[in-house]
């Protein structure tokens, strides 16, 4: 029973997978990457513009 199991979760798990992987294209991930360094950027310079409002000026 318990190979049985472990078979039924594994094949389950591999076709997600696979479905999900070949449903990827090259201009999503070009898409995803450009996103994820324009929201590093903006954050950080949120984060020090904020960081130059609140600090304690000695």
């Known amino acids: 029973m318990w190979q049985n199991d472990l078979q039924l979760?594994?094949?389950?798990f591999g076709g997600t997978l696979l479905s999900a992987v070949l449903?990827?294209?090259?201009h999503d991930v070009f898409?995803?990457?450009v996103m994820a360094i324009i929201g590093a950027v903006v954050s950080f310079f949120?984060?020090?513009?904020?960081?130059r409002l609140f600090s304690d000026k000695k």
Not at 46 to 51: A, E, T
Request: glycine share 6%.
């Open 23 to 26: 449903n990827f294209s090259l």
């Open 9 to 12: 979760k594994s094949g389950v």
């Open 46 to 51: 949120v984060s020090y513009i904020l960081k």
């Open 31 to 33: 898409f995803t990457v």
